[in-house]
């Protein structure tokens, strides 16, 4: 069984800022991990993805990832927050042969001015 | 055409309507799914579908019909909804199974059950 846990329904920064959305998953497998885009009125976009091999993953925008398997998280960091950043961004669990990819219940970010 | 398109982007129907949600996608992939979108909810999967079987969610009410008839093209039926099942209908596409590689997604069908 797997699970996601994003800490923060919303989050919001300064245009410029750090931007860092957490999310903390469970899995009785090896797991992979994604993260999801949601930007109004459209569908979700992956942002970046970890399967095996190195543990900091850079995705598309300047985000990226690091998982930490000790600490089961796979936080989502970006240095400097930009206005087209307001979305909401879901973190994504699967394992090995199978097609349920569970996802959190989402950050919605905003970046102010 | 590109991508994974979904229509109608909008429905309005009654608990005794009967209605159905397109998606169609054009990537040559091989599995498509259907995940239902609520508020303050975890994207929920409905089904999927594959060259090589039908997986559904089994907590999925039987009010909600798919149909796959090629890889190309899924069809969720609708019929006597109930208001709750008011939400952002999400097809989405993939190569292979979802945990090697990433899904597709469409814009969404948003429906409304008065």
């Known amino acids: 069984a797997q699970s996601v846990t994003q800490l923060g329904s919303h989050v919001s920064v300064s245009e410029g800022a750090l931007v860092l959305l957490r999310c903390n998953y469970s899995s009785s497998v090896p797991p992979y991990l994604f993260w999801y885009v949601q930007y109004p009125n459209q569908g979700l976009q992956l942002l970046l993805k970890y399967t095996t091999g190195a543990t900091l993953v850079k995705g598309i925008n300047g985000f990226e990832a690091e998982f930490k398997k000790s600490e089961t998280s796979f936080h989502l960091t970006k240095p400097s927050a930009h206005m087209s950043d307001a979305a909401e961004y879901f973190c994504a669990v699967s394992g090995a042969g199978s097609y349920q990819l569970t996802f959190g219940k989402g950050t919605k970010l905003s970046v102010i001015p | 055409e590109t991508g994974v398109t979904q229509t109608p982007r909008h429905l309005v129907m009654g608990m005794t309507n009967k209605k159905s949600l397109k998606c169609e996608q054009h990537?040559?992939?091989?599995?498509m799914y259907w995940y239902k979108q609520s508020a303050k909810k975890p994207l929920e999967l409905m089904f999927v579908y594959s060259l090589e079987e039908r997986v559904e969610n089994n907590s999925v009410p039987s009010r909600f019909s798919p149909e796959c008839p090629n890889s190309s093209h899924l069809f969720l039926h609708l019929h006597t909804l109930q208001p709750e099942d008011s939400a952002l209908y999400l097809c989405?596409?993939?190569?292979?199974?979802?945990?090697?590689?990433?899904?597709?997604f469409g814009e969404g069908s948003r429906l409304t059950v008065l």
């Open positions: 989405a596409s993939s190569q292979d199974r979802v945990n090697t590689g990433e899904l597709f």
């Open positions: 990537l040559g992939h091989n599995a």
